[in-house]
């Protein structure tokens, strides 16, 4: 690692410098300044500022941005109103590292991809404009949806799935007292031309919570497909929530996981589903929508069908068709 | 930078630099050598150690951020001379053959096994809402953190189920 100065942030005014690198839970920042991907000159140190409550209020329940992933997995209100969200965070990491591992920090991940995380390989993410090998390389973990010349990187996180299926805003102070709430869409990039800028946190600015609306009608669910049963980053993820009347749907959410930059979500695909009976022909609609701009790059190929199938498999479940 | 480590129950202060990890200062600076450094990127487990009652990846923690902690390693769960439940189920059910994850695998089911006793669902319980069965398939999952090369699972399921009843350090992970 790099030598860096260690600040324990005492107040959040403390967390807001902008020259700060945030730590929390550490599990994937310190993992990359090991391999010095990730060279902070000054890391502050969050985790004594408390945010570790989960708040229930009307129409919304607020994550605060220190939850660990295990105590929102393990969350009674999360267990009961919101399912896919903790089943989402019980199919990521292992024990260990959800017990270290925060709702802010989950949010803040870095991607896995393994010219990212090389620092020998050119990587437009970590040096901008150096190039992207992964592209023409191995894809086997890469974007299908979403991605630009300059970068094919997924983002690793499944919370952030469920969360983005949930319609959840993220909560973001900063140095000046201003506090805003952005959408998932608003705080994830596309990659671009500018992979390196991920999210649209600025310099000086803390997330503080994640508020979920009340939950969606209907089931819930969250579906992940990985190179082995645990402890594995997703090929293909899946949260969704549909709701049936009277033979038809009602309502449904979709989100992707391990196939795009940020968390995955279609409109379109999810408009094509309201109002119609469920059945297998009307899924493969609703995959042939969202599939409809998805690119291959060789490796990764396989995606494309593996999307179709978890989309099939998990309205067939949520609907009973 | 000054840092205080209750470790096992006995306080150090220690004064180190900023970048040295929570398994560096056990193992380097406090000479406590039974947690191991395996791949040392929170890949294989052989790290853990509980901190207030939870079990975490001690390589992926920097010790000044936990002054003040405690902390229990694989040397405050038992001494060769009087082992813990876990420990005696190892050597009972061949729970390894190489022995180099064996102090993480059994910090980590201690730290699992209290996980498990306040309800907390898995990745394979089928109920989200009711307090999950204590079978292989879970013990499985839940203990997927920790990695063995020489593929002794079928001896830590069973030291683990084995022992369970009668595991507990009388206070649970911290709420």
Known sequence: MKPFDYIRAETPADAMRADARIIAGGTNLLDLMKLQVETPSTLVDVTRLGMTEIERAENSTRIGALVTNS???????????????????????SGQLRNKATTGGN????????YFTDISQPCNKREPGSGCRAQGGYTRLHAILGASEHCIATHPSDMAVAMRALDARVEIESNDGATRILTFDEFYNLPGDTPEKETNL?????????????????????RK????????????????AVAVEQGRIASAAMAFGGVAHRPWRSPDAEAALVGREPSAELFDEAADILLADARGQGG?????????????????????? | MKTTLTVNGETHELDIDPRVTLLDALRHHLNLTGSKKGCDHGQCGACTVLVNGRRINSCLALAVMHDTDE???VEGIGTPENLSPLQSAFVRHD????GYCTPGQIVSARGMLSEFRQGWPSHVSDSLTEAPDFTDAEIRERMSGNLCRCSAYPGIVRAIRDAAPEETDGKEAAE
């Open chain 1, 300 to 321: 990764n190929d396989f995606k494309i069908p593996l999307t179709r199938r978890v989309v099939k498999a998990v309205l067939t479940e949520l609907t009973g068709a």
């Open chain 2, 71 to 73: 902390i229990t390693t």
């Open chain 1, 71 to 93: 105590d929102l997995a393990a969350d009674p209100t999360i267990r009961q109103r919101y399912p896919m969200l903790s089943r989402a965070l019980l199919a990521g990491a």
């Open chain 1, 107 to 114: 949010l803040l991940q870095r991607t896995r991809c393994p």
């Open chain 1, 202 to 222: 600025a310099p000086g600015e803390l997330i503080v919570a994640v508020h979920l609306p009340d939950p969606p009608a209907g089931r819930q669910t969250y």
């Open chain 2, 95 to 98: 729970g390894y053959q190489c």
């Open chain 1, 225 to 240: 497909v990985r190179d082995r049963s645990s402890y594995a980053f997703a090929l293909v993820s899946m949260a969704a």
